[in-house]
């Protein structure tokens, strides 16, 4: 199996990330707007807050997945199920390029 189209993929989709992470970043530790005097949008902003900080942890995680994949793809174990050591199948590695394992062992 051709691994470069995987890596292409990978490879965007960390830039992908490492923006959005950029963005998240400034808009929590960053801003120049001022808090709300207001009860009720403070509290909106709060929410608010805890969503992108979510986001921002997902992205966080993914990235790390993904720069783990292009470890796997340059020392040549990417495409090989670390749980069973099986092949992953095609299918799963474009649904998810940066998983680790094959479909019987994701479950």
């Known amino acids: 199996m051709d691994f470069d189209a995987f890596k292409c993929t990978l490879v965007d989709t ?7 992470l950029g963005r998240t970043h400034h808009h929590l530790y960053e801003r120049e707007e001022r808090v709300s ?6 509290s909106q902003e709060l929410e608010s807050q805890e ?3 979510n986001l921002e942890e997902e992205a966080r995680a993914e990235l790390k997945m993904i720069e783990e994949a292009l470890v796997r793809i340059s020392d040549g174990t990417y495409g090989t199920c670390q749980k069973c050591g099986e092949q992953v199948q095609q299918k799963r590695l474009i649904a998810v390029p940066h998983t680790r394992y094959c479909i019987d062992c994701a479950i």
């Open 14 to 20: 960390r830039e992908e990330l490492l923006g959005r």
């Open 37 to 42: 005097a207001k009860f009720s949008e403070q």
């Open 51 to 53: 969503l992108i900080l």
